[in-house]
């Protein structure tokens, strides 16, 4: 069974950035990431930003939508990125899902099969100009995206985001429990034993976490889940620190998850946790 690590998402660029990275270090996480989302930082100068302000953390992209991108291109940014953070950088990538950000790019939104396609070929063309190719994380929640992953990561990321029914493009739900064991099981029955990267959706840190469940909750349009289904997702976390700690534990067990990535607002809430889990 691995040993956990912990990552945080840091969703925006600033003059606190730096500041930011720092405290990530001192905190005792392993990993900082960002997005790779329009409105978000440009991922290659924040990382390399990250890496150089660091001296332990890893740093990676959480995860790059990768048909934004030439391969010939893309793989300059990383080799130089990877250079600058000195062994340190970790590649996260995807097939992309939000169509409303191609539209704004002025891209082409292709069907999911050409998407992912065009991940495996970028993969391809990227390891004939990258030698090597640094640790790469796929995440995804498709049955495409997790075979793929499947055979070439070294870290399957699982969101356990899904386009929601009859919604537009990008409106996402949490998918449940029972769905989210299935999609680690689509992996596993594949006789493969990649590192499992939970990004976490939210961390609520109270004796009773379930008024601030009710209260996101109720903020989510046409949301199907009750406080109780979202108190039993592995992509939410709450309860007292130990009941966390006991919780990342079980879903390590059950799942398999022992690189947990929380979002930026959380970083100081869930520290305390991966204080308490580190090295273990």
């Avoid at 985001?161 to 009859?166: E, H, V």
């Avoid at 109270?206 to 009710?214: F, H």
């Avoid at 990342?248 to 799942?255: G, I, M, P, T």
């Avoid at 990535?261 to 970083?267: A, R, S």
Wanted: proline content about 9%; overall charge negative; charged content about 25%.
């Amino acid at each position: 069974m691995r040993a956990f690590r912990f990552g945080v998402s840091l969703l925006s660029v600033d003059d606190r950035f730096v500041a930011k990275c720092r405290r990530l270090e001192e905190l005792g996480y392993d990993v900082v990431t960002v997005p790779d989302h329009l409105g978000a930082p440009a991922p290659f100068p924040a990382l390399a930003a990250a890496a150089v302000a660091t001296s332990r953390l890893h740093v990676g992209p959480m995860v790059l939508n990768v048909p934004f991108y030439n391969p010939v291109l893309l793989a300059r940014d990383i080799e130089s990125t990877s250079a600058v953070a000195g062994g340190r950088f970790e590649l996260g990538v995807g097939a992309g899902h939000m169509k409303a950000e191609f539209d704004d790019a002025g891209l082409p939104w292709w069907p999911a099969r050409k998407r992912i396609a065009y991940l495996e070929s970028t993969l391809d063309e990227l390891r004939k100009r990258l030698d090597p190719l640094p640790p790469l994380l796929i995440a995804g929640h498709s049955d495409g995206v997790l075979s793929l992953a499947a055979e070439q990561a070294d870290t399957i990321g699982f969101a356990g985001l899904k386009q929601a029914p009859g919604r537009p493009p990008g409106s996402f739900h949490l998918a449940g429990v029972d769905e989210l064991a299935e999609r680690v099981g689509f992996v596993r029955e594949r006789g493969v034993d990649p590192e499992f990267n939970l990004l976490v959706q939210r961390v609520v840190v109270a004796e009773n976490p379930r008024p601030e469940l009710q209260d996101w909750l109720s903020r989510i349009p046409d949301a199907p889940q009750t406080v109780d289904d979202l108190l039993a997702t592995p992509q939410v976390l709450a309860g007292t620190v130990p009941q966390i700690v006991d919780t990342l534990l079980e879903r390590r067990e059950r799942f398999g998850f022992s690189y947990v990535t929380v979002f930026e607002p959380f970083l100081e809430d869930f520290a305390p946790v991966a204080r308490a889990l580190s090295g273990r």
